[in-house]
C-alpha cells in the first residue's frame, strides 16, 4: 500500500515577501500642441530645474521710411525753350537743304555726305519735338550719345572731304561746311547733356561711320578713292580713320566735362 506523499509546502523566493515597488508616476496627459513654458519640466523625484536665462532677441528692426516721390523737374525757361527750337530748327532746315541740293531727292544717296547729311537733318527734326514728348520740362534726351555720334559723323564728313580729297569749299557748302559747324556749335554751346556722357562713348560712336564702311563694300561702290578694297593701303587707311574718329570723339568728350563744370562753376558762385 502506497503511502501518499504530504503536500509541499510553497518555495519561498528571494522575493517572497517584500513589498512590490510601486509604479513610476507618470507625467500628466498635454493635449498635443500645448504650451509648455520653459524651465517648468519637474523631473522624477527632483527638484524642478530652475528657468534657464535666454538671451533676450533683438528687436524686429523698424520700418524703412518712405522716400516721397521726386518733384518733377521744372520748366524750361519759355525763352530758353523757344531759343532751342529755333536754333535746331535752324540745324535741321540746313541739313535737309543740303541733302536736297546734293540729290534733288532723287539720286546720288550713295555717298557719305548726303547720307551724313540725312542723318543729322532726321536727328536734329527728333530733338525738334523732344520738347512735346516732355511737356516743356525737357528740350533734349538725358544720354548724349545720339548727339554725340551725329558730331563725329558730320566732323568726318568734313575732315575727309577737305583733308583727304582736297575739296573745293564752294561745292555744296551746307554738306561739307555748314551742316558740320553747326552740329559742333550745338555740341559745344547749345545742348545739356554733353556732361553726362560716358568715357567710352566715344569708343561707340564710330557706329555710323562702320555702318556705311560695310554698306560701301557689300554694294561694291567707288565713290571715294581711299576706300578702295583692292589698294594695298586699305587697311591702314582704315585703321588711320577710325583712330581719328575715336580721337574726335574724346575730344569731344572732354568738351562737354568742361562745359558741364563750368556751368557748376557758374551755378555756385551765382548762388553765393
Not at 14 to 22: E, S, V
Request: glycine share 12%; charged share 10%.
Amino acid at each position: 500500500m502506497t503511502v501518499p506523499h504530504p503536500p509541499r509546502p510553497p518555495q519561498q523566493g528571494p522575493h517572497h515577501g517584500a513589498q512590490q515597488a510601486p509604479f513610476p508616476q507618470q507625467a500628466p496627459f498635454r493635449p498635443q500642441g500645448s504650451y509648455r513654458p520653459q524651465g517648468s519640466y519637474r523631473p522624477q523625484g527632483g527638484m524642478p530645474h530652475p528657468p534657464q536665462a535666454y538671451p533676450a532677441q533683438a528687436p524686429y528692426p523698424p520700418h524703412m521710411p518712405v522716400r516721397p516721390p521726386e518733384p518733377p523737374p521744372e520748366r524750361v525757361h519759355p525763352a530758353v525753350l523757344a531759343g532751342v527750337v529755333v536754333w535746331r530748327l535752324v540745324v535741321a532746315g540746313c541739313a535737309l537743304y543740303g541733302v536736297g541740293d546734293a540729290t534733288g531727292w532723287t539720286r546720288n544717296f550713295e555717298a557719305l555726305s548726303q547720307l551724313a547729311s540725312l542723318v543729322a537733318g532726321l536727328v536734329f527734326v527728333g530733338l525738334l519735338l523732344y520738347p512735346l514728348l516732355t511737356g516743356g520740362r525737357r528740350h533734349e534726351p538725358g544720354s548724349p550719345w545720339l548727339r554725340g555720334a551725329t558730331t563725329v559723323l558730320l566732323l568726318l564728313v568734313a575732315g575727309a572731304y577737305f583733308g583727304l580729297m582736297g575739296g573745293d569749299a564752294d561745292y555744296l557748302p551746307f554738306e561739307h561746311i555748314a551742316t558740320p559747324l553747326l552740329v559742333l556749335v550745338d555740341w559745344c554751346f547749345v545742348g545739356r547733356s554733353q556732361g553726362r556722357a560716358r568715357w567710352w562713348h566715344p569708343l561707340t560712336w564710330i557706329a555710323f561711320p562702320l555702318a556705311y564702311l560695310v554698306y560701301y563694300l557689300a554694294a561694291g561702290l567707288d565713290i571715294y578713292p581711299f576706300l578702295d578694297a583692292g589698294d594695298d593701303g586699305f587697311a591702314g587707311t582704315i585703321a588711320m580713320l577710325l583712330v581719328a574718329v575715336v580721337a574726335v570723339g574724346y575730344l569731344l568728350y572732354g568738351i562737354g566735362l568742361l562745359k558741364e563744370a563750368l556751368g557748376r562753376s557758374l551755378r555756385a558762385n551765382a548762388a553765393a
